[in-house]
């Protein structure tokens, strides 16, 4: 299958671009190299005859038809999107840009390809989103693919305008498509303005770790590697129309997360005082969502996919990257707001 991947430079995408190459799939890569992209990401596939690579931006009407006629793609995974809760408070003009209008100039680009090529009934246009457009859970329950959206901050509206467009381009033009909505990713290449890498990296420079508010926060963290197997698997399987929720199974509050990788970088790279003595309790994020839990039993039971590693073991595996790959952390640290409180209001 050739797959045409959005966003195939940025932390999602590049992992499944690096799993498709691996699972012997030829693969377009088109991303704009926004502050939160890089190619270093998907170096280990540069050099493979299935891999290309396409700069340019989704909001481009004119370049993705272009692209799409060069290319002539099987199906399209669309994960470019802006995707910081923090930013989207700050600007949230980009978020309503690249995931709103940048999704419709998919779709439309999508369709007329489609279409000229004889609407073939192979073709797949797959939109991955998030959790957080079904909004905040309290102590008990899960989202499943029927959960009502409630999403609450501007990234999370920016998101579940995109799904209400990818739903609707399929039941009023006939678009196949598929969607998917995940939980929490972690993993190796996660660009350091999100909460694990910060905890690694502030911890690692001796710096106050953050925590908002308690701590008490509530998250199901995914394995990116774990993700990106599941997109493969949608993609090719995943019934026309249907959404499938992808979640780790395993939920842990910040400061459980934190706490973690504080131990684990004590065993692996030990200081002069346990880690955890850097924590620090910092102001709440305006209308920060308590807790988000996912119920993948959907995509397991339809489609066999479960996740392969527990939290302890992604974590471990998540630190030891970054302490092996101190170049690639250290070459994104000047771009604008990695290091900085963003998303105070």
């Known amino acids: 299958m050739k797959i ?21 799939h030829s693969v377009v890569n088109l991303d704009k190299l926004t502050y939160a992209g890089s190619l270093s990401n998907v ?8 891999y290309v690579f396409e700069r340019a931006d989704i ?18 995974m669309h994960l470019a999107a802006e995707s910081h809760v923090d930013r989207s408070i700050d600007g949230p003009a980009a978020f309503i840009e690249t995931n709103i209008t940048g ?6 680009a999508a369709r007329a390809y489609w279409t000229v090529e004889g609407k073939p009934e192979s073709f797949r246009f797959h939109h991955i989103s998030t959790d957080e457009v079904f909004g905040s859970l309290g102590k008990t329950g899960k989202f499943t693919e029927d959960t009502p959206y409630d999403p609450r901050s501007p990234y999370s509206a920016s998101k579940a305008s995109s799904d209400h467009l990818v739903r609707a381009w399929h039941e009023t033009y006939g678009l196949p498509v598929v969607l998917t909505n995940c939980s929490n990713n972690y993993g190796p290449y996660h660009f350091p303005e999100k909460l694990i890498p910060v905890v690694i990296l502030k911890a690692l420079s001796g710096a106050p ?19 990106a197997e599941a997109l493969l698997l949608v993609v090719e399987t995943g019934e026309l129309g249907r959404s499938y929720n992808v979640g780790g199974e395993n939920e842990a509050t910040n400061l459980e997360l934190v706490t973690k990788i504080c131990a684990i970088l004590d065993a692996e790279r030990p200081g002069n005082r346990p880690y955890a003595e850097q924590i ?11 807790r988000y839990a996912i119920d993948p039993a959907r995509i397991r039971e339809e489609l066999g996919w479960r996740p392969s590693v527990t939290l302890d073991e992604g974590l471990e595996k998540t630190v030891r990257w970054f302490l092996d790959n101190e170049a690639w952390w250290r070459a994104l640290e000047n771009r604008e707001g990695v290091g900085k409180r963003l998303g105070t209001g």
């Open 209 to 227: 770790i953050p925590i908002y508010g308690k701590g008490d926060n509530i998250r199901d963290w995914l394995y990116v590697e774990d993700h």
């Open 43 to 50: 170096a280990e596939v540069a050099d493979s005859p299935a």
């Open 280 to 290: 620090t309790f910092v102001t709440d994020r305006p209308g920060h969502d308590q």
């Open 103 to 108: 999704t419709y100039t998919m779709l439309e």
């Open 4 to 24: 045409l991947v959005t966003g195939g430079a940025g932390f999602i995408g590049s992992a499944v671009v690096r799993h498709a190459i691996r699972a012997g």
């Open 59 to 76: 909001c481009d009407r004119k370049a993705v038809d272009t692209i799409l006629a060069r290319h002539k793609p099987d199906a399209i």
